[in-house]
């Protein structure tokens, strides 16, 4: 049986939930995860009418990229939006899960949808995270390390990039003296030993920790094995935000435009004055992403897309890039394609739908 618990660990899987950022709030945002999946409605927002369409299509998950729920809730009423859609979830019995920064903030996520989108190159993570590793240092017996590097890296420690199972070893010596309570592994009680020891140390994401350490302590021979976790800064260059690429050949900035137009579905693009310069680097981030403009400017993209800058931030170009706002909605509705992808994947035999349902709350008028 296929539960919404079994969806949404395979979703954190992909994108884990911490990941996000401080201020999100994505998860599983209403409903019991141990009902049994019916279906899945995938949406950019999850509104009034995006439940309706659930009831409609007999799916008891909603997918969303952005969360109903951003700020705690001290009464449920109805009296806006987000109560109504609460209440009308639940009545149906209707689960709600969001999976948003922490989306953002992975490779091959919303901001490289974008670069799949225009068909660039060489796409990697355009602000890789800090503070999202840690490093496991052991000791164990010379002839068991190898069962307990297996373990670790069976956890999902050892991950470097590209590279897997990657360790550093020292020889040396452990000592240690059992006392009466002891059951040592090696040596006698009250008598000093002196053993050929490995010291192992690998590096992990730090949501694996928990995982990590008890598949050490299981593999482990020693009764009480000595271990250290640090925290490290490094950057995790599997996690960050936004995306840079190249385009496969150069082109001028109008015919950019018009392509990033065509490319994306656009009305209307809002941009700081065009430069004369050949346009092969670009930047982009679903969503607001004017966080990351100096970082964009350091990589000497020629165009940065994104969305929701205010009128100051445009200033801030200064000449160096051209700065393409193409809408909040419009820079993530593909999301919804990402993640269809993502599930169908795994539950190929569940009905997965995409909602036809336009949430944008931005209109225009020409």
Not at 45 to 51: A, N, P
Not at 197 to 203: Q, Y
Request: net charge negative.
């Amino acid at each position: 049986m296929v539960t919404i618990k079994t969806v949404a660990q395979y979703l954190e899987s992909i994108a884990p939930l911490q990941y996000q950022e401080s201020y999100d709030n994505s998860g599983l945002i209403v409903g019991n995860e141990e009902e049994e999946l019916k279906g899945i409605l995938i949406s950019l927002d999850c509104i009034e009418e995006v439940v309706d369409e659930a009831i409609r299509e007999n799916c008891n998950l909603i997918v969303a990229h952005h969360p109903i729920v951003f700020k705690g809730l001290k009464k449920i009423t109805g009296k806006n939006y987000v109560e109504r859609t609460i209440l009308k979830a639940i009545k149906n019995n209707i689960a709600i899960y969001a999976i948003h920064t922490n989306l953002d903030n992975v490779a091959n996520g919303v901001s490289y949808k974008i670069a799949e989108k225009l068909n660039l190159k060489n796409v990697r993570i355009l602000e890789t995270k800090k503070q999202l590793l840690q490093k496991l240092v052991t000791f164990v017996p010379e002839e068991h390390k190898k069962k307990v590097m297996d373990a670790l890296f069976q956890a999902g420690a050892g991950q470097i990039g590209n590279y897997q199972n990657c360790s550093y070893l020292i020889e040396g010596t452990g000592t240690f003296q059992p006392n009466e309570q002891a059951e040592p592994f090696i040596g006698t009680t009250g008598e000093m030993e002196y053993v050929k020891e490995t010291r192992i140390e690998v590096i992990f994401p730090s949501f694996k920790s928990s995982g990590v350490i008890a598949k050490m302590l299981e593999a482990h021979p020693y009764e009480t094995p000595a271990y250290d976790i640090f925290n490290l800064e490094n950057e995790l260059i599997e996690s960050g935000s936004g995306a840079i690429g190249e385009l496969e050949k150069a082109l001028n900035a109008k015919q950019f435009l018009l392509y990033l137009k065509e490319s994306m579905g656009l009305q209307i693009i809002k941009h700081t004055p065009l430069t004369n310069s050949p346009i092969r680097k670009i930047a982009v981030c679903g969503g607001a992403g004017s966080f990351l403009l100096n970082r964009a400017i350091r990589e000497k993209a020629d165009f940065f897309v994104t969305a929701d800058f205010k009128y100051h931030e445009f200033f801030d170009a200064e000449g160096k890039m051209v700065i393409a706002d193409i809408g909040h909605y419009e820079s993530e509705v593909f999301t919804k394609d990402l993640i269809f992808d993502i599930l169908n994947k795994k539950f190929s035999n569940i009905a997965i739908l995409l909602s036809n349902t336009n949430t944008n709350p931005v209109q225009y008028f020409y």
